[in-house]
């Protein structure tokens, strides 16, 4: 696994908490919202699909908490062996799962789908007893295991996978020419609908994960990872080996199965000289519009790693691997399906006329290397730290390459999307998802981080310094506010609790007294301590105050209450003149 920054039991009783809270309160949110590595962009498609009233399965408690039988143990390896059978639609393979002890133990969790056929689960070359409930395999040892052993599982395994979700999950798909075009994405339905695996967000495997898929003879399979080799198996299979050197998020673990081209480069550091190889997979027929358009790919890279380093994932490289679904951040191993088209299929994304001039699905999935899979979240519930840090980095990427006015507009731009009708963050251990405000609201909540910094210089060394940070680890929102509280000597709580933990946002009153030539002013917001500064007065000299949220205080203003400028492309805020008292 990756470090945890926090002990999980601390995670545990404040999930107990905020988790049979939020379920009351929101009604818990289940699983009901498909994969959104992007929000949904169907014209007429609802961005965020009713579903309230729906209580957590008892699937997803089984695989939203981190019960006993996960926490007495930490993943060291995967080793993924597959067979992938295009006509039958069928595959069959043995997934090695190895993991070191936290404490005695005779059981431990893992998951896979009961849709699949689990064929045996071997331990010291015995077969090992299980229970299942749900997706969820307890799997018994016939002896203790000590704190502190490693050992290995291996779980063999076989049948049709379920294709599901928004993404489908895995998908038996065919290119132009009806060749097989097999693809994998499960963020949402959890990699366990495909493949066996400790299926959660806390732990992932610290020493990486090697994937060796076996397909037809002239198909190729582009998994995460560095390329090993390919071996002929002698039957009419090849076998494709990859070996992922980091951590990784089994939701990111992806088979790409087709007739796929190649071409690779590679990418400078401009600050370090760090080199990046950059590989590039696209089907024949689109190969010459795909080489146009992922040329995006090295700016995308001076960006990101100007603002927040190194990429994260330099012993695997850097892959772009055209999908027929939109496109997910599996690591090292992006997907892509934008149709090689700038915005987003197409749109001004952001409706502001900056979207068009950039591929949306590479600078977006590709921002997820920072955040998603180097930081990741280590519950569900708490997944803004991919999609709002992400979405951020849209604007970021806009700014990089034309200025900040630009990006500042791109990001207001996504005020439309914003829905402003529940709290962000989800119940924890319950598996459920955000809504899409994690990706546009929280984009302008960090906007607006920025605007109370009110020092670019600094804004610019923070965000460098939170990604270098926490990079490689799993953390909660709790580390994220601890660390900005700490970097900045503010009580940063209370801001970002109004902006994750209840549906509106601030509103900012403002008392126009003519007779006195001033204006008073006071936060409306759902955090009784939440006091953020903010600028307001005359359009170009405006002034600092640092409203609270019951007391009145005034500032002089004698000229019309309608010139008084509150800058809300700054400061996601409302703002509302009230009346004076009769
Ligand atoms: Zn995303």
């Known amino acids: 696994m990756k470090m945890c920054v926090r002990a999980w039991v601390s995670v545990v009783l404040a999930g107990l908490v905020a988790g049979v809270a939020g379920a009351q309160v929101q009604g818990g949110m289940a699983s009901a919202q498909s994969a959104t590595t992007t929000p949904g962009v169907k014209v007429g498609q609802a961005a965020q699909p009713a579903v309230a009233g729906l209580m957590p399965t008892a699937d997803d408690l089984l695989r939203?908490?981190?019960?006993?039988?996960?926490?007495?143990?930490?993943?060291?390896?995967?080793?993924?062996?597959?067979?992938?059978?295009?006509?039958?639609?069928?595959?069959?393979?043995?997934?090695?799962?190895?993991?070191r002890m936290l404490e005695d133990g005779r059981k431990i969790q893992l998951e896979l789908t009961p849709a699949l056929t689990l064929e045996s689960i071997k331990f010291e070359?015995?077969?090992?007893?299980?229970?299942?409930?749900?997706?969820?395999?307890?799997?018994?040892?016939?002896?203790?295991?000590?704190?502190?052993?490693?050992?290995?599982?291996?779980?063999?395994?076989?049948?049709?996978?379920?294709?599901?979700?928004?993404?489908?999950c895995f998908s038996f798909d065919k290119d132009k020419e009806g060749k097989p075009w097999i693809t994998t994405a499960c963020e949402g339905d959890g990699a366990s609908v495909w493949w066996p695996n400790k299926d959660q967000w806390r732990d992932e495997p610290q020493d990486g994960m090697e994937i060796d898929v076996a397909v037809p003879d002239g198909l190729m399979d582009v998994s995460n990872g560095r390329f090993v080799a390919s071996r002929d198996l002698g039957d009419g299979y090849t076998q494709w080996q990859w070996r992922v050197h980091y951590p990784i998020n089994?939701?990111?673990v992806a088979l790409n199965i087709g007739e796929y081209q190649h071409w690779d480069g590679v990418h400078v550091n401009k600050d370090s000289g760090e080199k990046t190889t950059l590989d590039y997979y696209a089907l024949p027929e689109d190969l010459a519009k795909a080489k146009v358009q992922f040329a995006?790919?090295?700016?995308?890279?001076?960006?990101?790693?100007h603002y927040f380093g190194e990429y994260p994932f330099d012993k695997d490289g850097y892959k772009l691997i055209e999908v027929p679904y939109a496109g997910m951040e599996h690591q090292t191993a992006v997907a892509y399906g934008n149709h090689f088209e700038n915005g987003y299929y197409g749109r001004d994304w952001t409706g502001v006329g900056i979207s068009p001039k950039f591929d949306f699905i590479i600078i977006h999935e590709s921002g997820h290397e920072w955040f998603g899979n180097s930081i990741t979240a280590a519950d569900k519930s708490d997944m803004w730290i991919h999609e709002g840090w992400t979405t951020y980095m849209e604007g970021l990427y806009v700014e990089y390459r034309w200025d900040k006015t630009d990006g500042i507009k791109y990001l207001n731009g996504l005020k439309p999307k914003i829905r402003n009708r529940q709290a962000i963050i989800t119940a924890?251990?319950?598996?459920?998802?955000?809504?899409?405000?994690?990706y546009f609201k929280d984009a302008l909540m960090l906007n607006t981080l920025r605007s109370v910094i009110d020092d670019d210089a600094?804004?610019?060394a923070d965000i460098h310094e939170f990604y270098q940070h926490f990079k490689y680890q799993n953390i909660m929102t709790e580390d994220v506010v601890a660390w900005w509280n700490e970097r900045t000597?503010?009580?940063?709580?209370?801001?970002?609790?109004?902006?994750?933990?209840?549906?509106?946002?601030?509103?900012?009153?403002?008392?126009?007294?003519?007779?006195?030539?001033?204006?008073a002013y006071r936060w409306n917001a759902d955090e009784a301590d939440f006091a953020m500064p903010i600028k307001m007065g005359e359009r170009g000299h405006l002034t600092l105050v640092k409203p609270v949220t019951?007391?009145?205080?005034?500032?002089?203003?004698?000229?019309?209450?309608?010139?008084?400028?509150?800058?809300?492309?700054?400061?996601y805020v409302g703002e509302k003149t009230v009346e004076e008292k009769p």
Do not use: C
């Open 64 to 99: 939203g908490g981190y019960g006993p039988y996960r926490a007495n143990n930490d993943l060291l390896f995967y080793h993924l062996t597959l067979r992938v059978d295009p006509v039958a639609k069928t595959i069959a393979g043995t997934n090695v799962v190895r993991f």
């Open 489 to 519: 000597g503010m009580d940063l709580t209370p801001f970002f609790s109004e902006y994750l933990r209840h549906a509106a946002i601030p509103v900012l009153e403002l008392r126009f007294d003519r007779a006195k030539g001033t204006v």
């Open 458 to 460: 600094k804004w610019f």
């Open 125 to 168: 070359g015995k077969d090992l007893r299980y229970t299942r409930e749900e997706r969820t395999l307890f799997v018994e040892f016939p002896r203790l295991l000590k704190r502190g052993e490693v050992d290995e599982v291996a779980v063999a395994y076989s049948g049709q996978p379920v294709t599901q979700g928004r993404f489908g």
């Open 550 to 571: 019951m007391e009145w205080q005034t500032m002089p203003w004698t000229k019309d209450p309608d010139t008084l400028d509150v800058p809300v492309d700054l400061y």
């Open 250 to 252: 089994n939701y990111d």
């Open 428 to 438: 924890r251990g319950t598996n459920t998802e955000p809504t899409e405000d994690q």
């Open 296 to 305: 995006q790919v090295p700016e995308m890279l001076d960006a990101y790693e």
